[in-house]
Structure formats: structure tokens, C-alpha cells
């Protein structure tokens, strides 16, 4: 109470360095050390026979006190990266923001972090920032006390000992995710300008937790959100992946929305959103990108930032043709300027941009239901990229009921049957004729053998 009081008075949060945490027995938080990957538990326990502290932290504790199955498990310790990198044979330091060591246990891979201390001048240590105040690198080690503070929200800063099967918990984090609240360690504005990923996090995490965000961290995202603009595209689209692939793509990008966070982030959420035919669109393609998440199907980048972005293809692809030209180099503009727009806010690899392109090309071959082209269809490497890419465009509505059906008759038919659905030429359609090849004269064999 007297804290509160002191916070109220001078409008700041008053940190305790010497913060107790709350250790919470096995009995009360119900998680059981089988539940801990057996590699996670081993690196754990070399490090405390070592002598140094270590606990698996974060998002697999979150994950575990929700019910769900965490997709990896991290540990934070004590040891410096070259201390932890000499307890593991098969270990490396990587990383500049903030130097982490992976280290690897059979398949699996082990993220170990060694505790963060603060980097405020009260402190002593400084963490090199950019001129809005955005960490660019911070490699200060601390104590887990101030490790747990400079985790950005309470369900986060949990620390699980599977030797004791105890969880250490310094800001409340499991009352606050029991109790459905997302609430930030910290001052919310100091923390988003430390790192403005935090705002997409905050939508991520109660998305996919259900969970409320707390009013004194809500109330800054929509006047900070301008912040993201200073993020690097890599980190950026490491991010709107986590949030898209989540499960509950569909919620995040309504509650991004709702935050104000959709302006700059993927023309999708700038413009799509605003348009009928492209908000069936998108939310078609989220649900079952949903759908899969929870089937434990693989999900496909290329696809689902084909599906994001072909609206915007669409933009750019109809007036060209209004003004004469060729539908399908006019089809390749459009994409170039689409996928060339998003560098500069999404660092898309040029493995997942050659996916794009690759289904966005296809849709205008699956007009061509005659002669020989659609067997040609089939045999792109795509095809079933392009052919479900397809099925959603009809399903919202964009694309005759009849294309589809066609498409998936022909692709389940027999070839006698295929023969038969081919689509007489349009009338008027002129047929083309293969060029004779004219017989090489001696010129141009001694040509070609010169060549």
C-alpha cells in the first residue's frame, strides 16, 4: 500500500531491487518435470552441477500453466555465454543485440540465456540505444532479480526448476495469467520504446492466451504504434510470422486492428480490411491457416503472404490491363511492385517471395481449360499451392463457383475422363501452330559447333 502510494505521488513505479519472489510449490502450479523435454532438463542440470543457477523460463512456463504445448523450451542462468559454452561440447555463442548460446542435445536445440541486468544510469551500465531510445545492443548481465524485471510482461518472467519442480516468481505472473491479464513489468511507454516488437507481442500473447490487456499497457500502443517504423524488416517478419502461425491469426489481426497497429505493418491490414471482397479474402485464408495450426499441419510462408498480398496484386494489376496491356506481363508488374513495397517493411526471403510469385502466376492459367495448357497446369511444381489458393478465391467469391469445381474434377479425373472435360476453343481463338524447324545448313552446324 505505502508502495502504491509513493508511485501514485511522484507518477512513477518505484523499484525494489531486493524484490522477493514467490516460490511456488509443485502441488499449487500443477506443472510435473516430465512435461520438460528431456534435453531441456539436462542442460539445466549440467549447469547446476557446475555450480550456477538455472531455470527454464518464459514461454514454455507460460505455456505449460496454460494448458498448451510449448513449441521449445529456453533456460536463463547465472553463467556468462563463455562459462555456458564450457559446459557443453557442442555449443555456440551467436547473437549481437544480446549474446545467447545454443546449445545442442541430440535433435533438439537449447536457447541459454545468461541473466540481464538493468541498463539505466542508476545502475551504472548503459545499453547502446538509437536517438527514439530502441536497445540496439545490451549484452549487461545481472542477477535473476533484475533478469525478471527486464522481461517485458509478468506471465514471462516465470522460472521453473525441474530439479525442486518449483516456480519462482517475482511479478505475480501466475495470479495475473489465472486471473486473464496481460500486465507489462515496468513502465509501458519505457518498454515499448525500448522495443517497439513488444506492441505486436502484446497482441500476440492475448490472443493466444485469451487473455485482457492490462489499461496502463493498452493506453500507450495506439500513440506509439508509429514506433514499429523503426523495427528491422527481419525482425519484423520474424514476428508477423509468430503472429500469423499462432492459431489465432484471425483474433490477433482483428485485435491489431483494434489497437491501431495495422497502419504501415502489411497492406493487408492498411487496406484489405477496409474492402469487403478482400476482407472474406483474408479472414478465409487466416481460418484455415488456423485450422492447420491446430491440426498440426506444416504451414506454408509463400502461401500465406500470397494470400495477404494478392489483393493488393489486384490494385495494381487491373488498371494496367485496363490500358491494353498484356494481361500476364502486366500480372508480373504488379507482383515486382507489391513484393519491391514490402521489402521496405518486410525482410520476405527471396526463397518465400519465388513461393509468391509462383502461385500469384498460376491464377490466370487456371482460365485456360482447354487444349493441352491444363495438363500443363498440373505439372507445375505449385500446383497444389495454386490450385487452394484458388479455392479460396472462389469461396470468397472473387472467382466463378464453376471454375473450381472444374479444376477439381479434372485434377481427381482419369486421363480418358480429362480428355473429355477440355473446354472447346473460344470463338474466334486462333490455334497455334507449331514453327518447322528449318534443316540446318553447314553454316550453321560449323556455328554451332564453334559456339
Known sequence: ?????????????????????????????????????????????????????????????RDLLAGLTPKDFDVATSATPEQVRHCFRRSRIIGRRFQIVHVNMGAETIEVTTFRGHHDEGSGNRAQTDEQGRVLRDNVFGSQSEDAARRDFTINALYYDPTSETIVDYHHGVADLRQKTLRMIGDPKTRYRE?????????????????????????????????????PPSRLLDEML????????????????????????????????????????VLLALESTDRRVREGKPISPGFLFATLLWHEVLAKWEPLKARGEPAIPALFVAMDEVLEAQAEKLAITRRIAGDIKDIWALQPRFEQR???????????????????????????????????EWWTGFLHASDEHRAAMLLPPAPGEAKRRRRRRRPATGSDQDRGLAE
Open 195 to 231: 522495443d517497439p516488437v513488444r506492441m505486436l507481442r502484446a497482441v500476440r500473447l492475448a490472443a493466444k492466451l485469451g487473455l485482457a490487456i492490462d489499461p496502463e499497457a493498452r493506453r500507450p500502443i495506439r500513440e506509439m504504434g508509429g514506433l514499429i517504423e523503426n523495427v
Open 242 to 281: 509468430k503472429l500469423l502461425t499462432s492459431g489465432h491469426a484471425v483474433r490477433c489481426v482483428t485485435q491489431l486492428r483494434e489497437e491501431g497497429l495495422h497502419h504501415g505493418l502489411l497492406p493487408l491490414l492498411d487496406v484489405i480490411l477496409d474492402q469487403a471482397l478482400g476482407e472474406r479474402f
Open 370 to 404: 482447354t487444349g493441352k495448357r491444363p495438363y500443363g497446369v498440373l505439372q507445375q511444381p505449385r500446383f497444389r499451392a495454386g490450385y487452394d489458393f484458388l479455392l479460396l478465391r472462389v469461396e470468397s467469391g472473387e472467382v466463378e463457383a464453376a471454375v473450381g
Open 1 to 61: 500500500m505505502i508502495r502504491k502510494l509513493i508511485s501514485r505521488v511522484l507518477g512513477r513505479k518505484v523499484r525494489d531491487p531486493q524484490r522477493e519472489p514467490a516460490i511456488i510449490a509443485a502441488a499449487e502450479h500443477g506443472l510435473q518435470r516430465e512435461q520438460i523435454s528431456r534435453a531441456c532438463r539436462r542442460t539445466v542440470e549440467a549447469l547446476q552441477e557446475h555450480g550456477y543457477q538455472a531455470y527454464i523460463v518464459g514461454g514454455a512456463v
